[in-house]
Each structure stands twice: as structure tokens, then as C-alpha cells.
């Protein structure tokens, strides 16, 4: 499951895909909160504006009040004109006006037939029995912000805005909360505070529709990110169909298949158009490659042949001269074409391989048999050059391969390890399961080596190292095994002997060792024959 998702999500048209999905899903919150904040918030900020005005309103009553009492106290004369307005009986009369009509207002607009409170009043006087007058005496009230208490101690002309619950009795019996938003404050005389006060609103319907865009919002979002992920999904499965196909192609065509060609639907979108192109490249590359192996073959017809009489009438000649100096030098430039012969040979044989011929002839089968009769035949040739060989072939293997190219790389395998190995030395061919399932096959020997930097270049045509130049060679011997193992789809890997010494624990510096291995692949089905 987790290899189904990472694959997936490897996908790009997904991931394109899913960055629009969440955009949209970010638009749309976007959109929504906006909605929501044109609404409910607008509504809310209308309710606590309501507040504000209606405390500025009760405040002004409460100053016309107190200013009226005053006047019509000194009209009786129960005051000196004398007297300062901030004198005690001035203020006690003020506030004693302000607060009783501010009780009566509070006490009508706090009316109502019903439980449920449109408007919410408290006034909260000095210390006597009607200390506290509003109509949220009989509610049970608890806050649902910071404060502890509905009207707070604040300073002067201080105002704080509070969200609290009232509990109400429904038709039913029951007990029911109800949200409400108030704001609390201050009635001034002066600059002083005298009385505080809260006034208040019923937001419970506000409050509902609230949380009903709210989980609206949350669910159209979840539903757009689900649609955005099936969808997703969808166009990106479609999609990968179609350029699974692009990478069959690419595949059978790396192995040589030059006849395939990527489908069209020929609906002329870009994927159509695409597979438009590639076909048309394939088809130029296909002529090209006719065209190249047609003027191969001709070379190789025109050249082999006087090759062949060359070599023909320089031993001929050399025959007749019997044994005179000048026979040998024949004899050498026979030699001499024998070989331009050969490289010539192997050249076209890699050219083919990497063209990928042969590729139909591989087949499911056991190495062991041909690594056996390898294994019989070069063991002599091991002990004519003062060397010591093992063979180590696992049986029951199974590998996709081909007789004879299987048996050429072995074979151009075994003659460099002959060649390089200094007398004494040991050569084992190994043949093995690996973990995972690959087959290795593997010439091991005891000699100089190639160095690490070399390794890959020697793969190369016509590459030889600067102490291999003395010997005879063109070489292409590890340039055709390359070519044999990526036929094969295999891999060719050479490193140190790792059954030798390393040279930190004594090991030979000169002589480090070369393991060569082909690792194949394991095929899927017992041959039918081997």
C-alpha cells in the first residue's frame, strides 16, 4: 500500500494535480471565510455597536436626570448657589436622580413576555437592598471567555466586551442555554464612576448560523479535497497509462526492437502529436540503421574476402619458400592479416549486439552445463600457462540468455584472465545466486588487476592499458562482453579479488586480483530444453 502511494505520488501530473486541488481548496476557504465574515461577523459587530450606542444613551439619561434633580433642588432651595458642584450633597442629588431613572429605564426595556431574553440588562448601584437591578436575576449565567464576572471592575471610562450563557426554561421543562454578547461599563459623573452597567443581546441565532456556515465551510472543503484527490487520481492513472506506454516503447526500442512504434488515438491532443513525432523518428532512425548495416555488410563482404586471399597466398608463398628467413616474414604477415580478420569480426559482432540482434533467441536456461564444458576446456590451457584453476557452478540456476553469446563472454573472460595472470597464479570461475535472486557468474583471479579509475574505460573499443601493450590483443574483448551483457540486460561489474589479502593486512600490492562478474537477472520460467 505505502509502495502504491509513493509511486503515485512520484506521478507529476498528480502532483500537478494536487497543488490545484489544494489551491482550490484554499480559494474556497477563502471565499467562504470571507462570506462568513460578511455575515455572522458583520452581525456580531452590529450587535456590540447596538451596546455601544445604548450605554452612550443610558448615560445621557442618566446626566439629563441628575442635571434636572439638581436644578429643581436649587429652585426649592435645598441648595446655595454657593455650593461647588462637587460638593456631597450636589453629587449625592445627581447621582441619587441618575440612578433611580436609569432603574426605571432598565426595568422597562428589560420587559418581555417571553424567556428567551432579546435584550439583556444589569445596573449595579450602590450597596442596598435594589443594589443590583436588570433581568438576569432568575437566569443561571456563567461566562464563557476570561472574566469571572458579568461587569468587571474597570477604570473610568473603560468598556469590555463579554460572552456569557443564560439558561431559560423551555415550553417542554427543560432547561435550555442561550449564547448572548454584551458590553460592560461604566456610568460617569464626571470623570468618576458611579454606577456600572451591562446591556446585552441574544446571539443564539446568530450563533447557530454561525456554526452551521462554519461546518459548511469544513465540509465543502473536505468534500472539494476528496473530489480534488479522486480526481487527481483519475486524470493521473489515464495519464500514466499513456506514458507507461512511451517508456515500453523506449525500452523495447533500447533493446533493439526497432519495429515498434507508440500507439495514437488520434485525437491530435499534445500526447497524440507526441507519439506522432516519436514514430516519425523511429522510422528515420530505422532507415538509418538499414542503411548503416546494409553498408556494413558491404564492408565486411568487400574486405573480408581479400583479407581471406591475402592471408591465402602469404602462407602459400611461405610454403613454397620452405624454410628460409623470408618464409617467416610471410608467416607473420599472415598472421598479421589472421588477426585484421579477427578484430574485424569482433568489431561488426559488437555493432550487432548493440544493435540489439539476437535479442529473440534468448531463452530461459541453466548456465551450468555450458560453464561445465568451459570450465573442461580451458583448465588445460590454465595448466599449460603455470596457472591453477577451479570451477564453483551452483546447479538449478536459471537465467534469460543465449548459448553462444553466454559463452563467448565467459570464454573472452577466461583468455584475459590466462593472459594477465603471472605463472603461479590461480584462476575460479564461480557461478552463484545471489540475494534477491540474480545469478552471477564470475572469473576470479590472483594478477596485476585494473585499477578503479580504469575499470569503465576499459570497456571502451580498442582500449588497452599501457602494461597490456606488450601482449597481443585488440581490445574489444571487454568491449563485446559489455555489449553481451547489455543484450542480456545484465550487468558487467569488475573489482578487487575479494578473496585475495587487502594490502592493509598484508596482501600483495602488485598483485590485488580481478574479479570480473556478469549478474543476470533470474528469468521466470524453467526451459523447456537445455
Not at 76 to 93: D, F, H, M, V
Request: hydrophobic fraction near 40%; include cysteine.
Amino acid at each position: 500500500m505505502g509502495g502504491a502511494i509513493k509511486k503515485l505520488y512520484r506521478n507529476t501530473l498528480f502532483r500537478l494535480s494536487l497543488l490545484s486541488g489544494l489551491l482550490f481548496v484554499l480559494s474556497l476557504f477563502v471565499a467562504l471565510g470571507y462570506i462568513y465574515y460578511a455575515t455572522i461577523e458583520s452581525e456580531l459587530r452590529q450587535v456590540d455597536r447596538s451596546n455601544e450606542a445604548e450605554i452612550t444613551e443610558l448615560q445621557t439619561l442618566y446626566d439629563r436626570a441628575g442635571t434636572l434633580a439638581v436644578a429643581n433642588a436649587g429652585e426649592r432651595g435645598l441648595l446655595s448657589p454657593e455650593l461647588e458642584p462637587t460638593q456631597k450633597n450636589y453629587k449625592l442629588i445627581y447621582h441619587q436622580a441618575g440612578h433611580a431613572f436609569l432603574k426605571n429605564a432598565v426595568f422597562q426595556r428589560g420587559l418581555s413576555n417571553s424567556a428567551v431574553l432579546e435584550r439583556v440588562y444589569v445596573l449595579e448601584g450602590p450597596p442596598g437592598p435594589d443594589r443590583v437591578t436588570g433581568n438576569l436575576a432568575d437566569k443561571a449565567v456563567k461566562t464563557t471567555g476570561q472574566e469571572t464576572s458579568l461587569i468587571p471592575e474597570l477604570e473610568n471610562a473603560s468598556f469590555t466586551r463579554l460572552e456569557f450563557i443564560y439558561s431559560v426554561q423551555s415550553d417542554e421543562g427543560e432547561r435550555v442555554d442561550r449564547r448572548a454578547r454584551a458590553i460592560a461599563g461604566n456610568i460617569l459623573f464626571g470623570d468618576e464612576p458611579t454606577i456600572r452597567i451591562l446591556v446585552g443581546r441574544d446571539v443564539e441565532s446568530i450563533s447557530r448560523t454561525g456554526e452551521r456556515v462554519r461546518n459548511a465551510i469544513l465540509v465543502s472543503a473536505g468534500i472539494a479535497l476528496f473530489l480534488g484527490l479522486l480526481s487527481s487520481w483519475f486524470v493521473s492513472r489515464r495519464f500514466a497509462r499513456r506514458v507507461e506506454s512511451f517508456n515500453r516503447l523506449a525500452t523495447d526500442v533500447r533493446a533493439g526492437n526497432l519495429e515498434r512504434r507508440a500507439p495514437r488515438n488520434y485525437s491530435e491532443d499534445e500526447m497524440d502529436l507526441l507519439a506522432e513525432h516519436l514514430n516519425a523518428m523511429l522510422d528515420h532512425i530505422g532507415r538509418l540503421m538499414q542503411a548503416m548495416r546494409y553498408a556494413g555488410d558491404s564492408v565486411a563482404h568487400d574486405l573480408r574476402t581479400p583479407l581471406t586471399r591475402l592471408r591465402t597466398r602469404l602462407e602459400t608463398a611461405a610454403v613454397e619458400l620452405g624454410d628460409k628467413k623470408e618464409a617467416e616474414i610471410l608467416y607473420d604477415a599472415a598472421n598479421d592479416a589472421d588477426q585484421l580478420l579477427s578484430t574485424f569480426d569482433s568489431v561488426l559482432r559488437i555493432a550487432r549486439l548493440e544493435a540489439g540482434e539476437r535479442r529473440e533467441l534468448l531463452k530461459p536456461l541453466d548456465p551450468k552445463p555450458i560453464l561445465d564444458d568451459l570450465a573442461e576446456l580451458y583448465e588445460p590451457a590454465c595448466e599449460d600457462a603455470g596457472l591453477s584453476f577451479e570451477a564453483d557452478i551452483a546447479p538449478k540456476t536459471l537465467i534469460l540468455a543465449d548459448r553462444g553469446l553466454l559463452s563467448q563472454a565467459v570464454s573472452n573472460l577466461l583468455e584475459n584472465a590466462i593472459k594477465y595472470t603471472p605463472r603461479d597464479g590461480s584462476i575460479r570461475l564461480v557461478c552463484r545466486k545471489k540475494r534477491g535472486g540474480n545469478i552471477e557468474v564470475a572469473i576470479c583471479d590472483d594478477g596485476p588487476g585494473i585499477p578503479s579509475w580504469d575499470r569503465e574505460r576499459v570497456k571502451e573499443r580498442f582500449v588497452r592499458l599501457d602494461k597490456s601493450r606488450s601482449l597481443p590483443g585488440s581490445g574489444l574483448g571487454l568491449s563485446l562482453v559489455e555489449a553481451v551483457a547489455d543484450l542480456h540486460q545484465a550487468d558487467f561489474v569488475m573489482s578487487d579479488n575479494e578473496s585475495l589479502l587487502p594490502v592493509d593486512q598484508g596482501g600483495d600490492p602488485d598483485r590485488p586480483g580481478l574479479r570480473a562478474a556478469l549478474i543476470f537477472p533470474r528469468a521466470k520460467a524453467r526451459p523447456s530444453e537445455t
